[in-house]
């Protein structure tokens, strides 16, 4: 009977942890695993690849609205991080003869002013939805140790106008590990792939956020921009990885 009654509280626990409510509770960064198609789900399998292939390089976000994403992939790659220190002091001699020192950047862009002038058409991307504030996503990153520097560094306008604007400093940026474009829009799509072009590199992670918006029209949204920027640019492919979250698709980039 004993034992029953303890099976019994156990499943009760278990459905109580299972709870929506609860899980809201619980941050999405102590949540994730390997095997989850959300969004932090997403940056755990692409830093997985990253470093798992010793990758060095920057990890791009355009689109960054409250910073929320950016944030979660600087804790990722944190978790990343402990890890490959741990590998370089193992007890194992071909562990520690690996290079762990890698080096990554974070790089956010975004208006900051909710979203731009656009042709879309579509209510929930209208101009000036969602809106964010630089100042607020800065102070909210150096509460995880975000602070603003050569690591982290954020770019503030359209993205054709950052191109222009900071081409020299953009031109010093590492070259891509991942990127994550999170912009919806066809035009800030296409904008941030042109940007990104030169840096791209084989075994590049391209997250598409907002992939399959727009009713996955081939002729709008990020769908659009990306094959638009592949048929001008026919050095490059991508491979599809695995969908995530509502409409988001991860790429692999190869350069032929």
């Known amino acids: 009977m004993l034992r029953k009654i303890l099976s019994y509280r156990l499943l009760q626990l278990l459905y109580f942890v299972q709870h929506k409510f609860v899980l809201r509770l619980i941050p999405s960064y102590i949540k994730s695993d390997y095997n989850r198609y959300d969004r932090v789900g997403a940056l755990h399998k692409a830093w997985g690849l990253v470093i798992t292939n010793q990758m060095s390089g920057g990890y791009y976000e355009f689109g960054v609205y409250k910073g929320e994403s950016f944030r979660d992939s600087y804790r990722v790659y944190l978790r990343y991080d402990r890890w490959m220190k741990a590998q370089s002091e193992s007890h194992e001699m071909w562990r520690r003869k ?98 990104i072009n030169p840096k791209l590199r084989q075994g590049t992670v391209l997250l598409m956020d907002d992939y399959n918006c727009f009713s996955a029209n081939q002729k709008e949204g990020e769908r659009y921009a990306l094959s638009e920027f592949l048929e001008k640019n026919p050095d490059k492919e991508v491979e599809k990885w695995f969908s995530y979250s509502l409409v988001g698709q991860a790429f692999i980039v190869h350069i032929n």
Do not use: C
Not at 98 to 126: Q, R, V
Not at 143 to 170: C, H, L, P, W
Not at 175 to 186: G, T
């Open 98 to 195: 690996i290079n762990w020192d890698l080096k990554h950047s974070f790089y956010a862009f975004d208006t900051f002013e909710g979203m731009p002038e656009n042709d879309e058409n579509n209510e929930t991307f209208s101009k000036g939805t969602f809106l964010s504030s630089l100042d607020e996503v800065k102070s909210a990153g150096e509460k995880i140790g975000m602070r603003e520097g050569d690591q982290i560094k954020y770019f503030k306008g359209n993205f054709s106008d950052i191109a222009k604007e900071r081409s020299d400093e953009f031109s010093n940026l590492q070259p891509v590990a991942i990127v994550n474009i999170d912009s919806d829009l066809y035009a800030s799509a296409r904008d941030a792939l042109e940007i």
